[in-house]
């Protein structure tokens, strides 16, 4: 069974504060999918970024950067020097290769960023 | 313009009604996915669709039913609605079916918040 574990529910920084947000993840398989969505207040859920489970180069997009590291199963996600308009609740998910492609996510982080 | 479009974005309804969410999608992919959001947050999948396979979570009762009249939508139909099953409920949709690569990334609509009274 696979499983993905957010172990901060809540989160809370000062504006231009790094934060980094963690997430574990379960699965037998040997070749599996990662991801980060972000849920701002408004509610549509973004993709923000997928991983396969070859590639454990971490990625760094603008003041997003990630870091897989398969040794420890975790998947972590920091943002750089926050902003306000990153406050949402942000979701890590897994999915399996050729099973549907269902996505199972973990409970997610909510981030506030306040001025 | 709009990737994953839902409607209604709201749904007020009585228990035992029977309701349904409609779903497009113009990217053209072909997979569709319906995913259940609770009231803590957690999200969970539902159905897997595409128009070779149709993969359902054990978990989801058989009030709940997908249709799809082509490979553009897929509605989520829902019997004799249940206190419980008050949540917003998110189509997405990808390239593929699983099978590797950049394309089973999926794309969310915005989600419908469904309210049984």
């Known amino acids: 069974a696979q499983k993905v574990t957010q172990a901060q529910t809540e989160i809370s920084v000062v504006e231009k504060e790094d934060v980094t947000l963690d997430c574990v993840y379960e699965t037998r398989d040997t070749t599996y999918y990662l991801f980060w969505y972000k849920q701002p207040p408004s509610g549509e859920l973004v993709f923000l970024i997928r991983?396969?489970?070859?590639?454990?180069q971490n990625e760094i997009s603008g003041r997003y950067s990630w870091n897989f590291q398969k040794s420890t199963s975790s998947f972590n996600f920091t943002i750089t020097a926050s902003q306000v308009v990153d406050s949402a609740v942000y979701f890590c998910?897994?999915?399996?290769?050729?099973?549907?492609?269902?996505?199972?996510f973990g409970g997610g982080t909510r981030l506030m960023v306040k001025p | 313009d709009t990737a994953v479009s839902q409607t209604p974005k709201y749904l007020v309804t009585q228990m035992g009604n029977d309701k349904s969410i409609k779903c497009e999608q113009n990217l053209g992919h072909d997979t569709m996915y319906w995913y259940k959001q609770d009231s803590k947050k957690f999200l969970k999948i539902m159905f897997s669709y595409n128009n070779k396979e149709l993969i359902i979570n054990e978990t989801v009762p058989n009030r709940f039913s997908p249709k799809s009249p082509d490979k553009a939508h897929l509605n989520l139909h829902i019997n004799s609605l249940e206190l419980g099953d008050s949540a917003v409920y998110f189509c997405a949709s990808s390239q593929d079916f699983g099978s590797g690569g950049s394309l089973n990334t999926q794309y969310f609509g915005p989600g419908t918040r469904l309210t049984v009274l």
């Open positions: 991983r396969n489970s070859f590639d454990e």
């Open positions: 998910a897994l999915s399996r290769d050729n099973a549907g492609n269902m996505l199972t």
